[in-house]
């Protein structure tokens, strides 16, 4: 199985602040990687797909980066309702594996 | 719109088998290329994918708990169907279906149902 990482697994940011979570493979996964936002009592909602390409509808403050076996989620300017959980997910074989999740704390 | 949405008891005992029906609304699960998927997150935790069907009716099960889940689908009634045996506590959790996207992960969710395993 492909392990994934994120890190940290928690941060402490501002509204406005702009933040980076990474998600390590442990083995290339090429861009196969995929990241989530989940809020309280809801479902995961997909906002990057291909480690880079953005979802339909997801604001331009999400980015994402990477190849091979690190990615990066960016969130260039943090707004009031991104303090959530995220999540990466590999879709290069399986079993699907995700990371152990980023919780985003308002500091 | 694509929707989807669980299924299943809320509550079943040790050693019991959880059935639970994924319904899909605005598209076909016989259509080239659709593939649905099984999620589960426990109270407080990570998500843990868990097993995945597509049209042609390939399929993939966690290793993990390979030797207990089935996955299939009713094309007559749009569903894909999960099940998994020998139910224990740990297994308590929220369990999502999921639409997989043209380029990988998944993009459509349902809403998730709760299942607690308690005698």
């Known amino acids: 199985d492909i392990q994934m990482t994120q890190s940290p697994s928690s941060l402490s940011a501002s509204v406005g602040d702009r933040v980076t979570i990474t998600c390590r493979a442990s083995?290339?996964?090429?861009?196969?990687l995929n990241w989530y936002q989940q809020k309280p009592e809801k479902a995961p909602k997909l906002l990057i797909y291909?480690?880079?390409s953005l979802e339909s509808g997801v604001p331009s403050r999400f980015g994402g980066s990477g190849s091979g076996t690190d990615f990066t989620l960016t969130i260039s300017s943090l707004q009031p309702e991104d303090f959530v959980t995220y999540y990466c997910q590999q879709s290069h074989s399986s079993p699907y594996t995700f990371g152990q999740g980023t919780k985003l704390e308002i500091k | 719109q694509i929707t989807l949405k669980e299924s299943g008891p809320p509550l079943v005992k040790p050693t019991q088998t959880l059935t639970l029906t994924c319904t899909l609304s605005?598209?076909?699960?016989?259509?080239?290329?659709?593939?649905v998927g099984w999620i589960r997150q426990p109270p407080g935790k990570a998500l843990e994918w868990l097993a995945f069907?597509?049209?042609?009716?390939?399929?993939r099960h966690s290793p993990s708990l390979k030797t207990r889940l089935t996955i299939t689908k009713d094309t007559s009634k749009n569903q894909v169907v999960l099940t998994m045996t020998n139910m224990d506590p740990v297994d308590t959790a929220t369990y999502y279906c999921?639409?997989?996207?043209?380029?990988?992960?998944?993009?459509?969710w349902g809403q998730g149902t709760m299942v607690a395993v308690s005698s």
């Open positions: 605005g598209l076909s699960i016989s259509t080239s290329g659709v593939g």
């Open positions: 083995q290339t996964i090429s861009t196969y």
């Open positions: 291909s480690a880079s």
């Open positions: 999921a639409h997989r996207h043209a380029f990988g992960g998944f993009d459509f």
């Open positions: 069907i597509y049209w042609d009716d390939d399929k």
